[in-house]
Structure formats: structure tokens, C-alpha cells
């Protein structure tokens, strides 16, 4: 039995020119607040502090056991908490904000057209003010030295921006931080299995689980960019409906996700060297559940198919709870090399020792079902604005198949794919400029097609020369046929209802047959 106990703390984010920022909630009683507590505002602070609460409980034990049941079984487990600690990409969402690092941009909108130009335009950045009407950076030397907590007046600098742009149409601007209860994630693994052997084979099979506590995600307090007003609180709207001030969208990093992976892991192997044959078999079946595999989107997971990180209800990411992205239920590989004997066959023994000898078969292969996917719209359906992660209703149970005629059809109807779904658009109640609402499609409800992969080698060892007693060097020649039957994997198909080539698969998730062929001596 071993066992142990490790500590890790890790000190809070320290610039030393103070270049840190990023937006602060309070409640009416001015303490901090949740944002969707009632009465609740924002304020943007240069130099935040503390830029986040401290966590002091980096606690990592660890156990296991290994007992010998019996002369040929034994008996094993263990578990582990491991701590996940700030990282400098996560940094980057207090020193990469404003007004040390951000985006101005102009929108045409009525009557205020945006005028292209064909040469660089020259363009200062206005002063930062306090509500107060002081400059927050000062003349040097002291420019570096801004108090802790000094809070900025946001709405003054995006109309100083809004004053230089043709126009003079204000646009608020993209908030980053991290959310003040922002803490260390961890990862517990635990596993129990049994291993047993009957002569040279070894036979095992695992309970394999971790579990991902307080892992690290995006949330959006202010919803998405085009927010209706009663989805953008931290906005400022003015009788219209226009954006006349406030926040735009805010990305700020918690740690509020959370992550599961169960696996049943059996194993079957021989090393030695009896029959001239060796073979090692594993076998996979898992699950694995979060509410998003990544922490910032999207990503193109093959031609005509993406994968995105943000959940469609910023206001109840949990909703998006799901099969990760990498989630494979079913993988099976299994290695076989065997001596190839052909100098004890009679008939081919007088070709001589050179070569009947030295002769092996090697086979690497690998089966697997399919990957998730998530099935989006392409079209904002409510008022929380748009990242492309709005989902329909499904509608139709579509067979997929990649046996048909045609094979790259996976949804099996062609132009009529999107027939399997609804999109909620111009429905009573509906909300946003189509007045619609969020679908009832859950997130990589869908599985793309099965995986199959057969390598072979067939490789021949030559010796020639002495050295002593032994052989100087060998001539090593390799024969190598990567996936040998030429079987097609076909990727993930395009998922986007209003995209273009709806349900159809357009790449493939290997390559076809390739042979290598290669001397290589060894001494």
C-alpha cells in the first residue's frame, strides 16, 4: 500500500506595473453581488484588488493498493485528487482588457454609413478618466502607480471613441475579466480492478473514473453581442431601443464547470516469447459528461463541421450539460507480432538461413464508434444574442448511415436534411429580431460514423559481419502498409440547418492505403 499527501498554493496574479482590470458587481448595498441578483450593477476597476479570492485548499492525497490474492490474481485501486492551478492563458483575462489591450470598432448603422479607405488611418486613443474627472494615468514618473480598485468611467471613454469615429456612433465595448470567485479546479481519478494470469497471459479488467471539480469556463453576464435590453442588464439602452452607453459582451472566467468520465477498461496480453507470438488487446467503454469541453470556441472539427464552446443559454450553462466532444463509448485496439518461422519449413530451408530467417508480421489496429455532434441552427432565435451556438427543435428521428448510394449523405435525405428540424423563429412570446425562442436540441445529442483502422508491417532482419561472438550489424528491411484494406472513414458531417451542405460529410477522418518502404541498418 502507498499513500501520500501533496500540497500546492499558488499566489494570486502580481503586475508588477499594476496593468490588471476588469468589471467588479455589487449589490445595492454596494458589497458583491451575483449578476442576476436583483438591483445588481457594474463598475470597471483599473488594478483590481483582490483580482480574485484566494484558495488556500490545494489539498492533493493519494492512495493505492496492490494485494496478491492469489499466487496467479491480484487486486488493485486507488485515488488521487489533483489540483489544477491559475495559469498564464488565464491571466491574460486581467492584463488583456481595457484599457491596456481592446478592440475599437465602428458599426454602420442608419445614417451613419462607415467610410473604407485605402490607406492606414491614424487613430489615438483618448484619455482614461475616473467618475471623478481624474486622469487615471498620470504624468510620469508616476504614471505606473495607479491606487488599487481606482474605477474607470467607462461611458466617458467609449464616447471619447465614439467622438474620433466617422459618425460618432457609440458602441460599448467587450469586457474581459475574471469572476471574483474565481478558485483552484481539481481532478479526482479513482480506479479498482483485478488482474489474473493463466501461464504467459495476462487477463485485467478496470473501473476507470475522474471526476473535474470547479474547472474553468467562460460565463456572460451581459449575454451575447445583439442582446435584446432585457437580456443585456449591464447595458444602457435609451427609450428606442438604442445602445447609447454601458457594457457591451463580457467574458469573464469562473470556475464553474464540472466534469465526469466512468470507463470499464479490459486488457489481455502476452509477452513472451513462447510460439514465437505477442499480442496486447485493450478494450474501452466509457462515458464521458460536461457542460463544454473547452474553455474558449469555437473549433472546426472537419470540413463543414464545427464544434462550439459557448452554451446556448449564457444565463444557464448547466442546460448544456452533455457527452464531451471527445467522448468515445466503444475503443478496441489490439497489437499482434508474430515470428514467421519459414526456416523450419523443409521445403524452403535449402534458399538458406539469410534468408528464411528474421522474419516477423506486425498489426496495429484500432476500432472505435463515433465522435458527438452538436446540430445549430445558423440564425439567432432569441434575445440573448448570437455566437452560433442556438440549437432547433428536432422534429424527425433521422437514420445515419454512410451505406446508402449516396454515401456522404449521413442524414440520408439530401437537400431535405433539415426537414429532421425546426427552427423556433416567429413564435408567440418569441424574442430577439426573429422573435424566436431557444431550441430543445440538447448539445452533441448526435454520433458521427464508426472508426476502423488496420496497419500491417512485415519486416526482415538480415545479419551479416562478426564482432566476437556476435554478429557486427543487421539489415533491417520493413515493409509497411497503413491502413491496409483502404477502408474510408468518413468525418462529421456539416451541422448547421441553414448552412451549406446540411447533414452531408465532406471530409474524411483518415487517409486511404499507404505502403512505406524502408532499409535501415543497424550497429
Known sequence: MTYGLRYEVDTRIHERNN??????????????????????????????????????????????????????????????????????????FLTGSIPMAFSPYIAALPGAAVPFENVATPFNVPPVYTPQGQLVFTTPPNSKKVPANTVIDLQRFEEDLAA???????????????????????????????????????????YVATVGVHLPSIIFPNSYGGADPAFAPFTQF?????????????????????????????????T??????????????????????????PSVAGAGNVQLAFPQDPWNPGADKGP???????????????????????????????????????????????????????????????????????????????????REDYFGQGADNASFFDIPIGVPGGTGPNQGRLGTLGRDTFRGPAYRDFDVALIKDTGFGRRGSSEAATLQFRAEFFNVFNLVNFGLPANVVRGTGFGVISKTAGTSRQLQFSLKLIF
Open 272 to 297: 513472451s516469447g513462447r510460439y514465437g507470438l505477442g499480442f496486447l488487446a485493450n478494450y474501452t467503454f466509457s462515458k464521458s459528461l460536461d457542460d463544454t469541453s473547452s474553455v474558449m470556441g
Open 324 to 406: 464531451s466532444t471527445f467522448d468515445i463509448t466503444h475503443i478496441l485496439v489490439f497489437s499482434v507480432i508474430q515470428v514467421l518461422p519459414f526456416d523450419r519449413v523443409s521445403f524452403l530451408q535449402p534458399l538458406g538461413s539469410h534468408l528464411t530467417s528474421g522474419w516477423q508480421f506486425l498489426n496495429i489496429s484500432t476500432l472505435t464508434s463515433g465522435s458527438p455532434f452538436t446540430v445549430y441552427s445558423g440564425i439567432q432565435q432569441s434575445g440573448f444574442g448570437s455566437t452560433g451556438a442556438d440549437r432547433p427543435d428536432q422534429v424527425g428521428r433521422p437514420v445515419f448511415s454512410t451505406s446508402r448510394k449516396v
Open 19 to 92: 496593468l490588471t482590470s476588469g468589471p467588479r458587481l455589487l449589490g445595492p448595498d454596494g458589497q458583491p453581488a451575483r449578476y442576476w441578483d436583483p438591483g445588481a450593477y457594474q463598475i470597471f476597476v483599473f488594478n483590481p484588488q483582490p483580482p480574485y479570492d484566494r484558495d488556500l485548499l490545494g489539498w492533493g492525497p493519494r492512495a493505492s493498493f496492490d494485494w496478491g490474492a492469489t499466487t496467479h490474481t491480484s487486486i488493485h485501486g486507488g485515488g488521487s485528487i489533483a489540483t489544477l492551478l491559475m495559469n498564464l492563458f488565464q491571466d491574460n
Open 164 to 206: 474620433l469615429s466617422p459618425g460618432h456612433q457609440l458602441n460599448p465595448l467587450t469586457i474581459f475579466g475574471v469572476a471574483r470567485n474565481f478558485r483552484n479546479g481539481y481532478v479526482a481519478t479513482y480506479n479498482a480492478g483485478v488482474e489474473h494470469t493463466f501461464g504467459d497471459v495476462k487477463l485485467g479488467a478496470d
Open 238 to 270: 435609451n427609450a428606442a431601443g438604442k445602445v447609447v452607453g454601458g457594457f457591451a459582451q463580457e467574458m469573464l472566467l469562473s470556475s464553474r464547470s464540472h466534469s465526469t468520465f466512468h470507463s470499464l477498461q479490459a486488457s489481455a496480453s502476452k
